[in-house]
């Protein structure tokens, strides 16, 4: 390709390397926080002839509304607050970028953290602060107030389980921040159902308070959507931006579905929460291995004795995948393992003893 033609694209984006999905097939797959359960066998005959009636001819609800109404009950969003609905979280955060963009302002957000708040300040032209996290992965507040009065972020966003470290940020430091803020404060709780904390119920306290959530990671990763709830005003000036039909049919029928028959999803949840506080224990008792508290549905732990790399790629011969997050700085030696079913959790353990004995 020629460089005439190169030249058009942005230089930051030509900066940027595009995420890159691993290939799993074949593999045990605990790289991308996914419930290892599929949908019950009992409900699939119902699931599918519903299916079938779906209008793939006709575009969909572009404000997909009765999937609006099922999901501010489910999620117990408070009276008198908004929803708007992305293809998936990651598309929300896009969104709110793309409604506060300008060159000069940036998107804060913690270090270690989720890479595509970065990512995505960088898709829309703007500017991203790291806030860098204590050693131990705590909120740091005396470096947070002062990189918040420096930078007076546009939109700060707060993973609630911090992905990939696990744990939950103290909720008084939380509040501060959303105190403190000049601008739109996100709680993104994509691993809500593993934490059991929210932020849900201040939104009628704090007009900047944003919470997000996804229906990814509670077993529907495959439908792609996420909700962002807040103050009506706030809401409808964020579904500006928002492609007219961006949830599709199919999602807007089974999301709905799922959700009216969700009862299952709560005993998966609670099967994950115990299998994780399970691993967590069998992880602490291996020598070489610091494993860091979790709130998630997945695991960070340090190899302390070995290459993380090395390690990482023994489970991948061994036919396990993990996320191998080891790089120069406080990931230094670190991996990611994903809570599965009790059989891949085992197949992991057996194949990371492996890897620490060569
Ligand atoms: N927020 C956090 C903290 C995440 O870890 C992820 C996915 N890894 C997302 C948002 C995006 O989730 P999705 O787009 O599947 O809703």
Same mark, same amino acid.
């Given at each position: 390709?020629s ?6 694209? !942005? ?6 390397s ?8 074949g ?7 996914e ?5 019950p ?15 793939? #001819?006709?575009?969909?609800d572009?404000? @997909? ?13 408070p009276q008198? =607050?908004?929803i708007?609905?992305g ?10 970028a793309l409604?506060? @963009? ?7 957000s ?7 708040y ?7 032209? *703007?500017?991203?602060?790291?806030v ?17 009065? =420096?930078? =007076? ?7 609630? +389980? $911090? ?16 105190r403190i803020? +000049? ?17 849900m119920? *201040?939104? #009628? ?9 996804t ?8 439908l ?14 964020? $579904?500006?931006?928002?492609? +007219? ?8 029928y089974?999301? !709905?579905?799922?959700l009216?028959?969700a009862?299952?999803?709560?005993g998966?949840?609670e099967?994950?929460r ?6 967590l ?35 991948? #011969?061994?036919?396990v995948?993990?996320k ?7 990931l ?7 809570v599965?079913?009790?059989?891949? #959790?085992?197949?992991? *353990? =057996? ?5 620490l004995?060569?």
């Open positions: 390709m460089e005439k033609l190169l030249k058009w694209i !942005r230089p930051e984006i030509r900066e940027l595009a995420y890159h999905v691993p290939d799993a097939s593999l045990v797959k605990l790289d991308a926080m419930n290892p359960y599929r949908l066998e009992g409900l699939l005959p119902q699931w599918q002839q519903g299916l079938a009636s779906v209008a793939l #001819n006709r575009y969909p572009p404000a @997909a509304a009765e999937l609006q109404d099922k999901l501010i009950e489910v999620m117990h969003v008198g =607050q908004s708007v609905l293809n998936g979280s990651d598309e929300l955060i896009q969104m709110l409604a506060v @963009a300008s060159d000069e302002r940036c998107i804060m913690f270090e270690p953290g989720f890479v595509m970065a990512m995505i300040a960088r898709f829309a032209g *703007m500017q991203y602060v790291g860098p996290l204590a050693e131990d992965f705590t909120l740091d507040m005396e470096i947070t107030r002062a990189a918040i009065e =420096q930078h =007076q972020p546009a939109v700060i966003f707060i993973a609630y +389980p $911090n992905n990939p470290t696990g744990n939950l940020f103290d909720s008084t430091d939380i509040e501060e921040i959303i803020a +000049p601008g739109l404060v996100v709680v993104d709780e994509a691993y809500h159902p593993f934490a059991l904390s929210s932020f119920p *201040m939104l #009628n306290d704090y007009d900047q308070l944003l919470v997000m959530r229906v990814s990671k509670m077993g529907l990763a495959g792609r959507l996420g909700l962002l709830c807040g103050e009506q005003e706030l809401i409808n000036e964020i $579904n500006k931006v928002r492609l +007219p039909y961006n949830i599709n049919v199919l999602t807007q089974t999301a !709905r579905f799922v009216e028959n009862g299952f999803l709560d998966q949840a099967m994950i115990a299998d994780r506080d399970h691993l224990k069998q992880l602490s008792l291996l020598d070489g291995i610091e494993v860091f508290p979790s709130q998630a549905n997945f695991i960070l732990f340090r190899v302390t004795m070995t290459n993380a790399t090395e390690v990482f790629t023994s489970l991948c #011969n061994d036919g995948l993990i191998n997050l080891d790089k120069p700085g406080p230094q030696n670190c991996l990611r393992v994903t599965g079913t009790q059989g891949e #959790n085992q197949a992991f *353990m =057996q194949a990371l003893e492996r890897a004995r060569e």
